[in-house]
């Protein structure tokens, strides 16, 4: 099981200059990459989301690739000599017309917006290190997510124990629902000051007793429980059939409250829900 928050880094240097990559991961629906790299280099991105697709499935994924190729490598400076003329050109104009005769100078004409152009060059060879280097980060990140997952693991298992341990506290106190639904009828004829007949009363406790009968409920939580503890020592992809279990467990759990018979089931069914929704939250990082 993997998390889908993570950070990785790589950095290298060799005669073609340095590089850095920066991999962030954070939780996502769906699978989401975001590239930042330098103009001569975006060429690269199919085959880094081809390497991402090996080892991700989901999350938003955010990469950068900081590049600084060395002087003599790949580094060429071009001059736009139209631009250039017509500013001298123009710059002799403004001398005759101000009588100036301080010379034009080259670099004045070099800084001017337009005058050079620095194109930067990548050989095939240092592409192919860039690639095995953000390899090696990507797989520096798929071991975060693992390592973070397995933690989340253990968060999850805690909190599954702990529901499996409610519903049977809850179902041993379903073994008297019938006669607590009898003491209950009982009381309240005798408030009332009312006489019933027996066979009438029985009838009274057999629709009580379903209505408060959270036996099916019980044993689907405990099913959804089960399924969750299985689904979780899986690989791959598992956070969107966790999150569904989440929401049936979640039903599960309100239905237990809306037919709670006395407060030891209500109590149970809201730290149900609590426990639930500490899952929920945790299950929304799961990839």
């Not at 797989?139 to 997952?149: I, Q, T, W």
């Not at 989340?152 to 805690?158: A, E, G, S």
């Amino acid at each position: 099981m993997k998390s889908m928050t993570a950070f990785a880094s790589k950095r290298a240097q060799g005669e073609w200059g340095s590089a850095v990559w920066e991999l962030r991961a954070v939780n996502h629906r769906y699978f989401e990459v975001s590239f930042r790299l330098p103009g001569f280099l975006r060429e690269l991105e199919t085959s880094l989301r081809r390497c991402l697709t090996k080892h991700l499935h989901r999350g938003k994924l955010d990469v950068y690739l900081s590049f600084q190729a060395d002087v003599d490598s790949g580094t060429e400076v071009i001059v736009n000599e139209s631009l250039a003329k017509s500013l001298v050109s123009s710059a002799a104009q403004i001398v005759q017309l101000t009588q100036q005769t301080s010379p034009i100078q080259a670099m004045d004409i070099l800084r001017w917006p337009g005058v050079t152009e620095v194109r930067q060059t990548c050989a095939e060879t240092t592409k192919a290190e860039l690639l095995l280097l953000f390899e090696e980060a990507v797989v520096d990140l798929n071991a975060c997510r693992l390592r973070e997952g397995d933690a989340l693991k253990t968060l999850l298992q805690v909190r599954l124990e702990k529901i499996d341990k409610i519903v049977q506290e809850v179902q041993l106190l379903q073994v008297g629902i019938a006669q607590q639904a009898n003491d209950k009828l009982l009381k309240a004829c005798q408030r009332m000051v009312a006489e019933i007949e027996p066979n009438r009363l029985q009838q009274e406790v057999a629709i009580l007793a379903q209505k408060y009968d959270v036996a099916e409920e019980l044993d689907r939580l405990q099913t959804h429980v089960i399924e969750v503890t299985r689904v979780i020592d899986q690989e791959g992809a598992i956070g969107r059939r966790l999150d569904f279990l989440m929401q049936e467990i979640n039903r599960e759990a309100n239905t237990l409250s809306a037919k709670a018979f006395n407060t030891e089931i209500t109590a149970a069914s809201v730290e149900v829900k609590v426990l639930v929704e500490q899952l929920r939250e945790q299950v929304q990082n799961i990839e």
